[in-house]
């Protein structure tokens, strides 16, 4: 009885010294806590160390293990990062896949610390979001990215940061980059993946074309083909941002984008000048991804800002005659052309620039779901409806998530804003001018104000050129007319992207 007592206050005693141990590691954690909140991360002067690689020499590996050192191997792994065999130190963190992903500086505007950066960006995503919801500028796209940004400058929240992996067997490739297979993953925040998934595969943009095309008539285009020069002109635009990058890289150095390699900077740019946000996202993530939000932002500003910028520039390159010019109704189409017309555009760029077939075929095979008629209605209604929204919210959040104040506020953000807003205007002017061009060689005139929705910003161009007509003849409707080079404009941009990323990949 007396061994049973005693073993039963040694297991008692044994018991009470480990809970006492836990209270004080939890009371430990509890002091912690307020390091842990979003104030103190507001205070924080540098990025966090998985993105800079800039981990305390007492995180990166015991003292004296560095004279362990074989000379003969590619160096020495730590947790955080290695040594090379020359005992250089590279920082970073293995993926969830074991690739090893190494830090790289951050550099932000005035060199403020990291903690006021994401204070700064709080409010200027909150106006974005007051634009989408009081203002109605593009509220389906500018709402969940103004979000998506806020939910990324959360200090601490980690709802953008990648997948890691941890305690797993490390070796090292012939190369001298280490990678590591069978350790532990640690899971990722959410928008990470929302991006991983939808804008590093491409697959967002393509399903957003689906339902721009399973929303989008090209009747008026087929009706009357040589609209289609008006939205070709309008891709002026593009490479006029293109080479203006082109120029801030030789000015300011091949390091302004970054990092990343002025000739695809200056295409993912450029691309901002189609006013096509879709096609911008699909070529900037295969080309420049680390410009994605500041591109996508650009983007989508502009095209929510059609109504207000198109007008000057259409009043001041034409006169009141010619905003006056009445054009004629248009045939009525027939439904076989209506359905041949995707096809044919899909073969052609199939046989010409296979590089767009991602794109150009997701748009038209949303486009033939709308033509083929109610055996395919389902379909239809899909793409144009519930695919597109839902696409539509994830899209937003993962460009959002590029909102993160280490890839925003910077210099380079300034020039593609910049760039992307003189793109656009440049863009308006040429459909514009090239409309008149047209009316010198053609008998059947063309009303100017028709070439400003050369620009891909579909349906709102067109929209806008018919009310700068009405403003002038309110029975002057020239909004079907306006849907041609519109729609000729959502195919041109993703052309261009086509041959941009053939050059540039």
Not at 100 to 120: C, D, R, S, W
Not at 177 to 201: A, N, Q, R
Not at 241 to 257: E, N, Q, R, T
């Given at each position: 009885?007396?061994?049973?007592?005693?073993?039963?206050?040694?297991?008692?005693?044994?018991?009470?010294?480990?809970?006492?141990?836990?209270?004080?590691?939890?009371?430990?954690?509890?002091?912690?806590?307020?390091?842990?909140?979003?104030?103190?991360?507001?205070?924080?002067?540098?990025?966090?160390?998985?993105?800079?690689?800039?981990?305390?020499?007492?995180?990166?590996?015991?003292?004296?293990?560095?004279?362990?050192?074989?000379?003969?191997?590619?160096?020495?792994?730590?947790?955080?990062?290695?040594?090379?065999?020359?005992?250089?130190?590279?920082?970073g963190?293995?993926?969830?896949?074991?690739?090893?992903?190494?830090?790289?500086?951050?550099?932000?505007?005035?060199?403020?610390?990291?903690?006021?950066?994401?204070?700064?960006?709080?409010?200027?995503?909150?106006?974005?979001?007051?634009?989408?919801?009081?203002?109605?500028?593009?509220?389906?796209?500018?709402?969940?990215?103004?979000?998506?940004?806020?939910?990324?400058?959360?200090?601490?929240?980690?709802?953008?940061?990648?997948?890691?992996?941890?305690?797993?067997m490390i070796?090292?490739?012939?190369?001298?980059?280490?990678?590591?297979?069978?350790?532990?993953?640690?899971?990722?925040?959410?928008?990470?993946?929302?991006?991983?998934?939808?804008?590093?595969?491409g697959?967002?943009?393509?399903?957003?074309?689906?339902?721009?095309?399973a929303?989008?008539?090209f009747?008026?285009?087929?009706?009357?083909?040589?609209?289609?020069?008006?939205?070709?002109?309008?891709?002026?635009?593009?490479?006029?941002?293109?080479?203006?990058?082109?120029?801030?890289?030789?000015?300011?150095?091949?390091?302004?984008?970054?990092?990343?390699?002025?000739?695809?900077?200056?295409?993912?740019?450029?691309?901002?000048?189609?006013?096509?946000?879709?096609?911008?996202?699909?070529?900037?993530?295969?080309?420049?991804?680390?410009?994605?939000?500041?591109?996508?932002?650009?983007?989508?500003?502009?095209?929510?800002?059609?109504?207000?910028?198109?007008?000057?520039?259409?009043?001041?390159?034409?006169?009141k005659?010619?905003?006056?010019?009445?054009?004629p109704?248009?045939?009525?189409?027939?439904?076989?052309?209506?359905?041949?017309?995707?096809?044919?555009?899909?073969?052609?760029?199939?046989?010409?620039?296979?590089?767009?077939?991602?794109?150009?075929?997701?748009?038209?095979?949303?486009?033939?779901?709308?033509?083929?008629?109610?055996?395919?209605?389902?379909?239809?209604?899909?793409?144009?409806?519930?695919?597109?929204?839902?696409?539509?919210?994830?899209l937003?959040?993962?460009?959002?998530?590029?909102?993160?104040?280490?890839?925003?506020?910077?210099?380079?953000?300034l020039?593609?804003?910049?760039?992307?807003?003189?793109?656009?205007?440049?863009?308006?002017?040429?459909?514009?001018?090239?409309?008149?061009?047209?009316?010198?060689?053609?008998?059947?005139?063309?009303?100017?104000?028709?070439?400003?929705?050369?620009?891909?910003?579909?349906?709102?161009?067109?929209?806008?050129?018919?009310?700068?007509?009405?403003?002038?003849?309110?029975?002057?409707?020239?909004?079907?007319?306006?849907?041609g080079?519109?729609?000729?404009?959502?195919?041109?941009?993703?052309?261009?992207?086509?041959?941009?990323?053939?050059?540039?990949?």
């Open positions: 009885m007396k061994k049973i007592l005693m073993a039963i206050l040694v297991a008692a005693f044994a018991f009470s010294a480990n809970a006492a141990g836990e209270w004080k590691e939890t009371l430990g954690k509890v002091k912690n806590l307020a390091g842990d909140t979003g104030l103190s991360g507001f205070m924080k002067k540098a990025p966090p160390a998985y993105i800079t690689g800039n981990f305390a020499p007492s995180e990166r590996i015991d003292a004296g293990l560095l004279a362990g050192i074989d000379p003969h191997t590619k160096g020495y792994m730590t947790p955080n990062g290695y040594y090379t065999r020359e005992g250089k130190w590279v920082g963190y293995f993926d969830d896949a074991g690739n090893f992903v190494a830090g790289h500086e951050v550099k932000t505007l005035f060199n403020m610390p990291y903690g006021v950066g994401q204070l700064i960006m709080i409010p200027l995503c909150l106006l974005m979001i007051y634009l989408a919801i009081v203002k109605g500028f593009e509220p389906l796209l500018l709402l969940p990215i103004g979000f998506g940004g806020l939910l990324a400058n959360c200090p601490l929240a980690g709802v953008t940061a990648p997948a890691m992996m941890h305690d797993g070796s090292f490739l012939a190369s001298g980059v280490p990678v590591m297979s069978g350790g532990i993953i640690e899971p990722g925040g959410f928008l990470h993946y929302f991006f991983k998934f939808g804008i590093d595969t697959v967002f943009p393509i399903m957003i074309f689906m339902g721009v095309g929303m989008t008539d009747g008026p285009l087929i009706a009357n083909p040589k609209t289609a020069l008006l939205g070709g002109a309008a891709q002026f635009g593009i490479f006029f941002a293109l080479f203006g990058a082109l120029g801030l890289a030789a000015v300011f150095g091949a390091d302004f984008f970054g990092g990343v390699a002025p000739i695809k900077a200056a295409a993912s740019i450029g691309i901002i000048g189609g006013a096509d946000g879709p096609t911008a996202i699909w070529l900037t993530s295969r080309l420049a991804p680390d410009l994605l939000g500041a591109i996508a932002v650009a983007a989508y500003s502009y095209m929510a800002l059609v109504p207000i910028i198109q007008p000057p520039i259409m009043n001041a390159l034409t006169t005659a010619e905003r006056l010019i009445k054009m109704p248009l045939r009525e189409v027939k439904k076989i052309e209506k359905i041949c017309f995707p096809l044919i555009v899909l073969l052609l760029c199939a046989i010409l620039l296979p590089s767009a077939v991602p794109l150009i075929g997701a748009l038209m095979l949303g486009n033939l779901a709308k033509e083929a008629g109610p055996s395919v209605a389902r379909i239809s209604d899909t793409m144009s409806n519930a695919l597109i929204n839902i696409v539509t919210i994830m937003g959040l993962s460009v959002g998530s590029k909102l993160a104040c280490e890839k925003f506020l910077s210099g380079t953000t020039g593609i804003l910049a760039l992307g807003l003189i793109a656009f205007c440049v863009g308006t002017a040429a459909g514009v001018l090239m409309a008149k061009l047209m009316n010198l060689f053609s008998k059947e005139k063309v009303n100017p104000l028709i070439g400003s929705a050369g620009v891909s910003a579909v349906p709102m161009a067109a929209r806008v050129s018919n009310k700068v007509s009405l403003q002038n003849d309110q029975t002057n409707f020239i909004l079907m007319q306006a849907m080079p519109n729609v000729s404009g959502v195919i041109g941009s993703a052309v261009v992207a086509g041959v941009l990323y053939t050059l540039c990949k």
